[in-house]
């Protein structure tokens, strides 16, 4: 008995795997290299009460949930 595997089919599983950042929580910088943006326009956003949703650590670090992240673009 032969198993078949489809090469491309795993590759892509692979690729997704790995671009996948190894914490769900991001900072400003890997947010917005996440979405395609700025660290700037993300702070805007907070600053005007849009954006994805966001945390702030220990009153002074604001990290992003990617499932947030998710949220905002499908949103």
């Known amino acids: 008995m032969s198993t078949s595997i489809d090469l491309e089919a795993l590759r892509a599983v692979i690729r997704e ?9 991001l900072d400003s910088d890997a947010a917005a290299a996440y979405l ?5 326009t993300l702070k805007n956003w ?3 009460g849009k954006g994805p949703r966001y945390h702030v650590v220990q009153d002074r670090l604001i990290r992003y949930h990617v499932d947030n992240l998710d949220d ?3 949103g």
């Open 36 to 40: 395609g943006s700025t660290a700037g």
């Open 17 to 25: 795997e790995l671009s996948r950042p190894a914490s769900p929580w």
């Open 46 to 48: 907070r600053a005007s």
């Open 72 to 74: 905002f673009v499908r």
